[in-house]
């Protein structure tokens, strides 16, 4: 049997793919994380929705497979891509032990690129995705990705950058950021994407260093190029016009 | 007046999202590099095309905001997500002449995340992206981003990795990454993302320097944890199982 990992997008119905919403409609169970679930079940009357809390990452996904083995037509949903930090690599390494249930993934628009969208085009050139959370990677390994990735002027894209336990993450990876670019270094943020309560800010790296963010906020800092443009965050692809 | 700028996705026209496709439907004018316009016009029958060759981008986003300018509504569409290597960061930087247009993005799903679900996941941890292009990049600072990536253990995704011109520099990318990680970290290439030709292979770092690819190829170097799962490259979110 086919399980399908699907990416939602940022959160809205529409910037849904034709073809994930067409997956999602042939599926009998769709499982996902109660509030990414939450974000499709009116648009997904009369199928069996199957959520839990965000720790039980396994079981979840344990039980997706389950289900398909025994012949279920299942989707496991994620928000934005399910590739990117989302549940793809876990299925893919749960299903090993069946030999009757086969993976497909289902592209979704990722938060790099529709937070990027709101704030401008601040990944127009070569970037770097880190995430800050240190729940299943050793912040050491964060603090040197963040070093190289400033040293070698990405653009970088930060994912949870923060969450009640670590409120000062931000704040340490912007102090690294700082050894290698200029504290004016054109930065920004995007919290609740695609979501009524959108918003979005540009500021200086300095001043992203003392700012705090919610968990659903995705920050972008800029290389040494980006530059903002009538209130856009914008860095150039080096096109001499 | 507003101007869109719009990704279309990787290839297939259900891959765009909702959004995107109403907003090429309220569209008078589409703009693009004509492999791109095509993908779309027979969904989209009525509209003016307007397609120039791949060197024009500065004209053809010249013509864009001009029309946009005169009260026409306009939208400039890229293959993937318009914000990546896409035509999102020109036409803000060319907008600043004309005071009576508007830009709005909308996000696509880009070739890192669509290629990603046809491999697997490789994409599951941090990440850097790099176009291989020196067009508008000096080739050293694309040679410290790759050696600053791979001594980081990114997941490395390559846009851009061949041309005529440019047959050996996949070659010289993967020697940088050869200096610090393994000749067997599992890597992988899709070629003509979600059209009739795709084609994915999985391959080692040493197989993968040897390897001639197309201009329409994007490639994924691996991190030290990624491995091979049933034909798909898998790289691991960390999940104790």
Partial sequence: MKLFVVGLGPGGIDQISKK??????????????????????????GKTFYSTPMTQEI???????????????????CSGDAGVYGMAGLIYELVQDYDNVEVEVVSGITAACSGAAVLGAPLTHDFAVISLSDLLTPWDLIET??????????????????????????????????????????????????????????????????????????????????KEIQGKMVTPRGYSI
Same sequence: chains 1, 2.
């Fill in 59 to 77: 079981e979840r996904c344990r039980a997706a497979i389950e289900l398909a083995s025994k012949g279920k037509k299942v989707s496991v949903v």
């Fill in 145 to 226: 990705r963040l070093e190289c990735a400033s040293k070698a002027d990405f653009v970088i894209c930060l994912y949870n950058p923060s969450s009640r336990k670590r409120h000062d993450y931000l704040q340490k990876a912007c102090d690294i950021v700082l050894k290698h670019r200029s504290p004016k270094t054109v930065c920004g943020y995007v919290q609740n994407i695609d979501r009524e309560s959108e918003s979005a800010v540009i500021l200086t790296l300095q001043q992203l260093r003392d700012t705090n963010v919610n968990m659903y906020t995705t920050v972008y800092i800029g290389n040494s190029q980006t």
């Fill in 20 to 45: 994930a919403m067409k997956v999602l409609q042939e599926s009998e169970i769709i499982i996902g994380y109660i509030v990414y679930v939450d974000l499709i079940r009116d648009a997904l009357k």
